[in-house]
């Protein structure tokens, strides 16, 4: 089991809809996590952190944690086809340690 | 946000040559980067961790030798690929991390190719 799992996609959406993306992660211990964005050809880019159990808005981007399960996810909300690109979400066992990241989910919003 | 460069953006050099790649962190102090390599259409691979002032960590299966890491500043880290050969090239990613949040931040990344 890897300790960050996502699906790997593609996920493919129509534009304006909201794009859900999941994450669980196997450390318990786990006390942040991270979602960022990499276009083809590019560097990621962090577009959400979130350290708490619940919700975090940033414009369209909700990150979601749920501790006892073990599960991060990133809703967009009107989803726009610049934001067709691979999501990684990076988990870290304490505030200011190396990140494990998942393999990325491949995100597609159709005009 | 913070920002990270890296110097060069893309490089070509011949098969037995060394490279050297810069990554900077511009507006923050890093104790800590990191490099990462990538081949197309896979996933970001972590080679190592640089500390400012000490000798890097080194993931399982990269060799410190032919992949040397001096961080000699806060804000600079420096990737140099050795004895470069063919299956060296990749996109080499480095990240530094704020020590505050920890999140890290990501440069641009430089695309080697070894002919």
């Known amino acids: 089991q890897k300790e960050v799992e996502q699906n790997s996609g593609p996920l493919s959406v129509p534009e304006g809809a909201i794009a859900s993306l999941n994450c669980t992660y196997s450390?318990?211990?786990?006390?942040?996590f991270f979602w960022y964005r990499q276009y083809s050809g590019k560097s990621p880019e962090l577009i959400m952190f979130i350290y708490s159990n619940g919700d975090k808005e940033d414009g369209r981007f909700t990150a979601q944690l749920n501790k006892a399960s073990q599960y991060v996810s990133l809703l967009i909300r009107d989803s726009q086809p610049s934001d067709s690109a691979t999501y990684l979400c990076a988990v870290t066992p304490d505030g200011a340690g190396k990140s494990t990241f998942g393999d990325g989910t491949t995100l597609t919003v159709k005009p | 946000g913070a920002v990270v460069s890296q110097h060069p953006s893309w490089v070509i050099c011949k098969s037995g040559t060394s490279v050297k790649i810069e990554c900077r962190s511009l507006?923050?102090?890093?104790?800590?980067m990191f490099w990462y390599r990538q081949f197309p259409k896979q996933s970001l691979m972590l080679m190592a961790t640089s500390n400012e002032g000490s000798k890097a960590t080194y993931e399982q299966g990269v060799e410190k030798d032919k992949f040397l890491i001096n961080h000699a500043s806060l804000t600079l880290s420096t990737l140099t690929v050795t004895s470069a050969h063919p299956e060296d090239s990749s996109f080499y990613i480095c990240?530094?991390?704020?020590?505050?949040?920890?999140?890290?931040?990501f440069g641009p990344g430089t695309r080697l190719t070894v002919t």
């Open positions: 450390d318990r211990g786990s006390q942040s």
């Open positions: 507006d923050f102090q890093a104790t800590t």
């Open positions: 990240s530094a991390l704020k020590q505050q949040g920890g999140e890290q931040y």
